[in-house]
């Protein structure tokens, strides 16, 4: 089955910057849409950014101008760039992958999930 692992995250202090990786294993051939989400305690999971099987890329308004996604495909991996953090950075990030075609954003659409990586920015 489909595998998607997560490392990366940790504690940074505000204005630093994490480096997140995802690695796919035996994932399906096509994909729609690879993508990172996060979440804090007591809050719905929110969609961070989104590259698509051709490579044009999607973000939230809260972090465009400081996190890069970006994929290896000959590696299957995603990544995520995070710089200049802030305190509401701070959550648990998944990765997170689709063969569907849909609204990036939306969470129902995505058939992959990783276990997610703990980021703390203080």
């Known amino acids: 089955h489909v595998q998607l692992v997560e490392s990366g995250g940790g504690s940074v202090q505000a204005g630093g910057s994490l480096r997140l990786s995802c690695v796919v294993s035996?994932?399906?051939?096509?994909?729609?849409?690879m993508s990172w989400f996060r979440q804090v305690p007591g809050k719905e999971r929110e969609a961070v950014a989104a590259?698509?099987?051709?490579?044009?890329?999607g973000y939230a308004d809260s972090v465009k101008g400081r996190f890069t996604i970006s994929r290896d495909k000959g590696k299957d991996q995603l990544f995520l760039q995070m710089n200049n953090m802030t305190p509401e950075d701070t959550a648990m990030y998944y990765c997170?992958?689709?063969?569907?075609?849909?609204?990036?954003?939306?969470?129902?659409?995505?058939?992959?999930w990783g276990q997610g990586t703990q980021v703390t920015v203080s």
């Open positions: 997170a992958s689709t063969t569907r075609i849909g609204v990036w954003t939306k969470a129902s659409i995505y058939e992959y």
């Open positions: 035996r994932g399906p051939i096509s994909i729609a849409y």
């Open positions: 590259i698509s099987g051709g490579g044009v890329t």
